[in-house]
């Protein structure tokens, strides 16, 4: 079965669903969508390795990661294989250095997994055609008001953030206060915090 590579264009809150992100996956070669949605521990893991924010401790899936390195096993890939009732399935393709092996996995585990062991995320043609979202269809009617109107912006995934983009802390607090924020949300580790203030050092150090 052909495989289709994809690559994480955005991860923001769900709409849909209270409490929950919404992860849009890419066709990296192909202009097709594929919004999956995840819990927020999930979101904080992929954001915080997204980041390249260092957790204080190790989450669930930096457990995961130091004890494959300890057995000397190595992760190959992530393939989201199947859609069955509007719930997605995937496997982590695993190695030993003798044989290869399949471990079943929520979507969400196996990517947060995978951006640790900096490995590609696959899908399959079928997953795809059933639940991935062409852009040119996102973006019709869209473009001729693109620039009266940035509202309807928001309806398109093709500049979607990286990661949760910061409401809080304001512009108005000062660099050296942003650090500090930095660390005690470290410390008290929430990571979605860490993120959102990341996010807005980095803003600043670009300006």
């Known amino acids: 079965m052909k495989?289709?590579?994809?690559?994480?264009?955005?991860?923001?809150?769900s709409q849909s669903?209270?409490?929950?992100?919404?992860?849009?996956?890419?066709?990296?070669?192909?202009n097709r969508r594929l919004p999956?949605?995840?819990?927020?521990?999930?979101?904080?893991?992929?954001?915080?390795?997204?980041?390249?924010?260092?957790?204080?401790?190790?989450?669930?899936?930096?457990?995961?990661?130091?004890?494959?390195?300890?057995?000397?096993?190595?992760?190959?890939e992530v393939v989201i294989s199947d859609l069955k009732e509007g719930v997605f399935y995937s496997r982590i393709v695993c190695s030993d250095g003798a044989t290869t092996f399949e471990i079943d996995a929520r979507p969400s585990d196996a990517i947060a997994i995978g951006l640790r062991f900096d490995v590609p995320i696959f899908t399959v043609e079928s997953v795809l055609s059933e639940a991935g979202i062409i852009l040119s269809d996102l973006d019709e009617g869209g473009e001729e008001d693109d620039d009266e109107d940035d509202d309807?912006?928001?309806?398109?995934?093709?500049?979607?953030?990286?990661?949760?983009?910061?409401?809080?802390?304001s512009g108005q607090v000062p660099v050296e206060e942003l650090s500090k924020m930095l660390s005690l949300a470290l410390e008290k580790e929430d990571y979605e915090k860490a993120a959102k203030i990341r996010d807005e050092l980095n803003k600043r150090n670009g300006q």
Do not use: C, N, Y
């Open 3 to 13: 495989k289709i590579q994809l690559e994480i264009l955005g991860l923001s809150s």
């Open 152 to 169: 309807d912006d928001t309806d398109g995934e093709k500049e979607a953030p990286k990661a949760p983009r910061p409401t809080e802390p």
């Open 36 to 76: 999956i949605i995840i819990g927020m521990f999930e979101a904080q893991s992929i954001a915080i390795q997204i980041e390249k924010i260092s957790p204080t401790r190790p989450l669930t899936h930096d457990l995961f990661k130091a004890f494959a390195e300890h057995v000397h096993v190595a992760i190959i």
């Open 17 to 30: 669903q209270s409490g929950s992100f919404a992860l849009i996956l890419g066709e990296k070669h192909g």
